[in-house]
């Protein structure tokens, strides 16, 4: 069974310009979520998706982060513009559906430096 | 909200020996389920074992035992017969037990180095 696709795996940019991050989860997985780990720290859940609906996005900063689950399948996260403080490894995890409380199977993350 | 907090940043053990980490949580919730997760330096994530509050008994996966303290709120993961391929950051995690959206709440991590 393929796991959680991410891509890319790096990436650099200078600070305000735009990025997005690409997330595939495990075949079947209704549920998708986006985490922010920032060097040092534990993963921060930013938006979760069952679906192609959003469940919980209470800490994703709206006015410069978006995300979309279209066909609920593959979903992108994006950052326009970017902040030094964006620097982090975003990780993208899935589960099969979130009543049952399934484990989460996360993807290799993207780690993104903002210059 | 709830809050995870792993007092130990790093440990070091030796290869056949056993370590364990600690980790506490606050919570004013009744029904809950909690996480150890290795995240080995490539970065990928992996379950290591999970507990339900629910259950009295301490979950077990091989090497990996936990010791569940509902009532003081503790947590911590034992890790026996420590191996070089153990050497990774683990974290602490918290799920509330709830209908819908089942958020991962996780402590700062333990750096834990098996020495040969």
């Known amino acids: 069974e393929a796991g959680v696709a991410q891509s890319p795996r790096y990436k650099i940019i200078e600070k305000r310009q735009s990025v997005a991050f690409w997330c595939n989860p495990i075949?079947?997985?209704?549920?998708l979520y986006w985490y922010q780990q920032i060097l040092g720290q534990g993963p921060k859940l930013l938006i979760q998706?069952?679906?192609?609906?959003?469940?919980?996005d209470s800490q994703l900063p709206k006015d410069r982060f978006s995300a979309e689950r279209l066909k609920g399948v593959d979903s992108t996260l994006k950052i326009q513009p970017a902040k030094l403080e964006d620097s982090a490894v975003y990780l993208c995890?899935?589960?099969?559906?979130?009543?049952?409380?399934?484990?989460?199977?996360f993807g290799p993350g993207t780690r993104l430096l903002v210059l | 909200a709830q809050t995870v907090t792993q007092s130990q940043p790093e440990m070091s053990v030796q290869e056949a020996e056993t370590v364990t980490l600690s980790c506490t949580y606050d919570?004013?919730?009744?029904?809950?389920?909690l996480f150890w997760y290795k995240q080995p330096p490539s970065r990928q994530m992996i379950l290591v074992i999970r507990?339900?509050?629910?259950?009295?008994q301490n979950a077990t996966e091989n090497r990996f035992s936990v010791n569940f303290q509902k009532a003081a709120k503790s947590f911590s993961l034992k890790i026996s017969d420590s191996q070089l391929g153990d050497t990774a950051m683990y974290f602490c995690?918290?799920?509330?037990?709830?209908?819908?959206?089942?958020?991962?709440?996780f402590g700062g991590g333990t750096r834990v180095l098996v020495k040969p």
């Open positions: 995890a899935s589960s099969l559906f979130s009543r049952t409380k399934e484990t989460q199977y």
């Open positions: 075949s079947g997985h209704a549920t």
């Open positions: 998706f069952q679906n192609n609906g959003v469940v919980d």
């Open positions: 919570t004013s919730e009744s029904n809950y389920y």
């Open positions: 507990q339900e509050a629910y259950k009295q």
């Open positions: 995690a918290f799920m509330k037990h709830r209908a819908a959206g089942n958020k991962l709440t």
